[in-house]
Each structure stands twice: as structure tokens, then as C-alpha cells.
Nanobody, 116 residues
């Protein structure tokens, strides 16, 4: 049974940091690209970070580049999103996604709220 379980969300003040984690099980983790997406109320889900399966190549949209860092631990089957210099517009539900050759899995999401 495939599972992606996110953790680490919460309430943080603008300028603060949060670290999200996603624990994976039930599939061959090392063959999947891992990504973080987010969805704010009334908006479409958008990609915030992606990391390749082995080489660790990463890509980010301009909105988070330089503030967010994605990493993975293939031995522990986890992917992490370090978020720094958070802004109110980063408020959203954050989702972990595993993808390979048109097959994909999603986690249940974790809420991140940036507010003073």
C-alpha cells in the first residue's frame, strides 16, 4: 500500500522558517521524482519544488527560489522541504507527490499558515 505522509506544517510569523517532511512507503522510492506542491484557498495547486530520483537535480519556481530547499534521503525514504523567509502568500496546504512515467501518488497535505 502506497503511503505519503506529510508533517511539519503549522503557524509561523512572516520571515520565519518551517521544515516539512514526507515519509514514503509502498513503492520503489529511489525510482521516483519527488515534489512538493501547494494549494491556497481559491487557487490552483502549484509546484513549489522538485527533486530527481537519484542525481538529486532540483528545480523551483521563481516565487520560492532562494527561500525553499528540497532534499531527499533515499535510505530513509523521506523528502524534506526547508522553507525560509516565509511570506503570508506562502500560506497554503502543502502536498508531497511521487511521480514516475505517468504514475503518481499524493499525500494528504499539511497546512502552512504565515501570519502575524
Amino acid at each position: 500500500q502506497v503511503q505519503l505522509v506529510e508533517s511539519g506544517g503549522g503557524l509561523v510569523q512572516p520571515g520565519g522558517s518551517l521544515r516539512l517532511s514526507c515519509a514514503a512507503s509502498g513503492f520503489t522510492f529511489t525510482t521516483y521524482s519527488m515534489s512538493w506542491y501547494r494549494q491556497a484557498p481559491g487557487k490552483e495547486r502549484e509546484l513549489v519544488a522538485r527533486i530527481g530520483p537519484v542525481s538529486g537535480s532540483t528545480n523551483y519556481p521563481d516565487s520560492v527560489k532562494g527561500r525553499f530547499t528540497i532534499s531527499r534521503d533515499n535510505a530513509k525514504k523521506t523528502v524534506t522541504l526547508q522553507m525560509n523567509s516565509l511570506k503570508p502568500e506562502d500560506t497554503a496546504v502543502y502536498y508531497c507527490k511521487a511521480a514516475r512515467l505517468g504514475n503518481s501518488y499524493w499525500g494528504q497535505g499539511t497546512q502552512v499558515t504565515v501570519s502575524s
